[in-house]
């Protein structure tokens, strides 16, 4: 008779690995954190149609309120897998996830925005 563990998985293994990606180190994933606190407006996706769609949206929202405020465009697997993001594209600002798995319509992304940053708009 076998007998099967289903327990929880060994702490070590947790803080390696992230994911499938064979490039996710630990180095990698620290970086990919000390980049989430910088401010700024990010998209993270693989470049795709949708990613690109909601980046334009983004920079429509950006130009009627008037706001100068450049776009990162994250493609690195380990990058996104920091936000915690599993479904893209996903919008970011100042480093807290606001929308993921979706294209925003610009009014949306304005809305967004003038949440996130009542005073300055």
Do not use: R, W
């Amino acid at each position: 008779m076998a007998f099967f563990s289903f327990g929880k998985k060994k702490e070590e293994e947790k803080k390696t690995s992230c994911c499938c990606v064979s490039n996710c180190t630990m180095e990698n994933m620290q970086a990919a954190e000390e980049e989430k606190s910088l401010k700024g407006i990010k998209i993270l996706g693989g470049g795709c149609a949708k990613c690109n769609q909601l980046e334009a949206a983004v920079m429509e929202a950006l130009t009627e309120l008037g706001m100068d405020t450049t776009i990162e465009h994250v493609t690195e697997y380990e990058k996104i897998a920091a936000y915690g993001v599993m479904t893209t594209p996903a919008l970011v600002v100042d480093g807290k996830v606001v929308s993921y798995g979706k294209i925003l319509k610009k009014q949306e992304v304005v809305k967004i925005l003038k949440a996130m940053n009542p005073c300055c708009i």
